[in-house]
């Protein structure tokens, strides 16, 4: 299990993390959401002793990270992608932390297959892309096979074909009983991914749930033939309407609502699905519902 209680990180006077307090149980994958400038990168440096709190404790199976002897066979960590060393290939890095760990060199090989680099793992890290370097990354971090992982964007800079191998990996992880928690930049990253969401801005948690519930939105993307028509027709039904993706509108109404108004003015749509927030969009409603 990992957990917080209280932990609170300050600045120059200035407070970052303001008492956060969870536990995460084995089996799972939690995302930690937040704009940019929330404190999820501290927050997670703490969680790994990396960065003393000014308050509060952070445990990993009941210890400090740093408590345990060999902290990498406890929790693997990802807070950057791995530099691109000259004159280091893929299996040399690999190699070089599974020696460090203790740990036998096959299990370098493994750990790359996991991630999907193992036809790759010869060439010089020089030629790797970020996306690349960010799964060797993860490789790394899971050489031990760790019961933890704690992952700072582990699917930024993927290449598309890179992104759903990662999530196979870190869903089998939790399928296995492993606990992640994972940071990321958009919702679409966690979708599929991520059992539970925890939505940090400010330096405090905001939110707790499921992401389809905490994305739960009143607006759809609507788009008909006679887009004019369906314009003048959601307006006149008072829903407020702004230009949306692919050629749809954004309506401020549920699918039920537009659908129900559409049939009535006997006007056909052509396509209509439930609109998703983004991040900023999360954060704005969270906050706002907080002040009322």
């Known amino acids: 299990m990992l957990s917080t209680w209280g932990l609170t990180k300050e600045y120059a006077g200035q407070t970052v993390i303001d008492g956060v307090s969870f536990e995460l149980v084995p089996g799972t ?6 704009p940019v400038g ?3 990168s501290t927050l ?3 969680i790994c002793g990396l960065t003393t709190p000014t308050e509060g404790t952070a445990q990993i199976g009941g210890r400090a990270f740093a408590e345990w002897p060999n902290p990498a066979q406890v929790a693997g960590v990802l807070l950057d992608a791995v ?8 299996l040399m890095e690999l190699t070089i932390a599974a020696w460090r760990s203790g740990l036998p060199r096959r299990r370098a090989v493994e750990a790359a297959e996991r991630v999907g680099l193992a036809d790759v793992l010869r060439e010089p890290m ?3 892309s970020l996306g690349r370097r960010v799964r060797l990354g993860l490789a790394r971090a899971m050489l031990a096979n760790p019961p933890a992982l704690i992952l700072d964007n582990p699917l930024r800079g993927l290449e598309p074909d890179a992104i759903g191998a990662v999530r196979a990996v870190l869903r089998g992880h939790a399928q296995r009983g492993g606990t992640v928690l994972m940071t990321a930049g958009t919702l679409t990253e966690v979708d599929k991914t991520a059992d539970r969401v925890l939505v940090l801005d400010g330096g405090r948690i905001l939110a707790d749930g499921a992401l389809s519930y905490l994305t739960a939105s009143e607006r759809c993307l609507v788009r008909a033939a006679d887009m004019a028509k369906l314009g003048k027709v959601l307006l006149g039904a008072e829903i407020v309407v702004r230009p949306g993706v692919d050629g749809h509108l ?4 549920s699918v039920d609502r537009v659908s129900e108004v559409a049939y009535r003015a006997g006007l056909p749509l052509v396509g209509l699905r439930n609109e998703q927030m983004g991040i900023d969009d999360l954060v704005l409603r969270l906050t706002a519902g907080a002040r009322r």
């Open 83 to 90: 530099p691109a060393h000259p004159g280091r290939t893929g």
């Open 38 to 40: 929330a404190g999820k």
């Open 29 to 34: 994958v939690t995302a930690l959401l937040g």
């Open 250 to 253: 954004s309506a401020h109404a």
């Open 126 to 128: 020089t030629e790797y």
């Open 44 to 46: 997670l440096r703490m």
